[in-house]
């Protein structure tokens, strides 16, 4: 088994991915309310960039199991942000993506406190 990196770019995906689900699921209620605000893509990109960025520390040092969720749910997460960025078609691709980016900081942040 591979070593486990440090638990801070788990504690950064964890957070970043987390913000990430809250804003994709609680925006999209704000933008009905009559106060002006519209949705725009480039923060969900803001919000890939940075979970891309823990991923790539990590993947390299944690298990294959570990390695697998965060590439798959980053992947889910990168065709819904482009998608909208391009195509302007909202994917729901991003849920599924955000939460798996949190089941494998969890999972690699867990098995980095038993090593």
């Known amino acids: 088994m591979k070593k486990s990196t440090t638990p801070f770019y788990d504690i950064l995906g964890i957070s970043s991915a987390t913000i990430c689900l809250v804003h994709c699921l609680v925006f999209p209620l704000l933008t009905i ?13 803001i919000f890939a960039v940075m979970g891309l960025f823990a991923i790539f520390k990590i993947i390299n040092k944690s298990s294959l199991l570990i390695s697998t969720i965060l590439v798959i749910s980053m992947a889910l997460i990168w065709i819904s942000v482009l998608s909208e960025l391009f195509l302007e078609i909202h994917l729901d691709l991003i849920f599924i993506g955000g939460i ?16």
Do not use: T
């Open 33 to 45: 309310l009559p106060i002006g605000l519209s949705h725009n893509p480039f923060i969900d990109l």
């Open 100 to 115: 798996g980016m949190i089941i494998g900081h969890f999972l690699n942040y867990k098995n980095h406190k038993q090593s």
